[in-house]
């Protein structure tokens, strides 16, 4: 079955820190691949996608993910960490074959002065 | 603003009480989708509908209808709502999933059965 796992449930980091959350899919072909972020009482805002192509991609905000797929894997990294990034941040797979996005259980962040 | 608007915002039913959830996007996207999240357990598909006039099942259907009124209105209804359906619900919309578009979520509803 398509899943998607998020194995960090909550991170803390220092502003100006770098972060990597993780993200991999279980999936018999390349599906599309998307990180979004919500933060506290909204609604979820894309970040990124990827289709295909280049396997580095940038998104809004200053973030960027890694497609690898040997790893099955859609990392998403910030180089230096706001306090405003503090939100849940989810991935989503979308596989070719559908209409439907499938995501992840998200991984919180929180974010220290 | 172009976007999709859900109401209401918030809801408190009583156990048994029937209510809809209303969903509209202004973006003349084809698909659109309700989803519930709840605490560790990510967003979960309730239905979608891939076109007007069409809507099929999710993860988690039960305990709920659909209807797709035209190609704007989405909505969700509890017909006799219970405790397990307390929730934060969103709306969705997307112009082609399968050409590579995201979704464009709604702000929630959040509900509460007691």
């Known amino acids: 079955a398509q899943s998607v796992t998020q194995p960090d449930i909550h991170i803390t980091v220092s502003e100006g820190a770098s972060l990597e959350l993780r993200c991999n899919y279980s999936y018999g072909a390349t599906p599309y691949l998307f990180w979004y972020v919500q933060s506290p009482g909204q609604g979820l805002q894309l970040l990124l996608k990827y289709f295909s192509g280049d396997t580095l991609v940038q998104g809004i905000k200053g973030f960027e993910a890694e497609f690898k797929r040997s790893q099955s894997s859609f990392n998403l990294r910030k180089p230096s960490v706001h306090w405003s990034d503090a939100a849940e941040y989810f991935c989503?797979?979308?596989?070719?074959?559908?209409?439907?996005?499938?995501f992840g259980t998200g991984t919180r962040l929180q974010v220290f002065p | 603003n172009a976007g999709v608007t859900q109401t209401p915002k918030f809801q408190v039913l009583k156990t048994g009480q029937s209510m809809t959830l209303q969903c509209a996007q202004d973006?003349?996207?084809?698909?659109m989708y309700w989803y519930r999240q709840d605490p560790g357990m990510g967003l979960r598909l309730i239905y979608y509908s891939a076109s007007e006039g069409t809507t099929d099942k999710g993860e988690v259907p039960n305990g709920y209808n659909v209807s797709r009124l035209n190609k704007r209105e989405f909505s969700l209804r509890l017909e006799s709502a219970a405790p397990s359906q307390t929730s934060v619900y969103f709306c969705?919309?997307?112009?082609?999933?399968?050409?590579?578009?995201?979704?464009?979520f709604g702000s929630g509803t959040r509900l509460t059965v007691v």
């Open positions: 973006m003349n996207h084809n698909s």
């Open positions: 989503a797979v979308g596989p070719y074959n559908t209409d439907k996005l499938i």
């Open positions: 969705a919309s997307s112009e082609a999933l399968r050409a590579g578009y995201g979704y464009t």
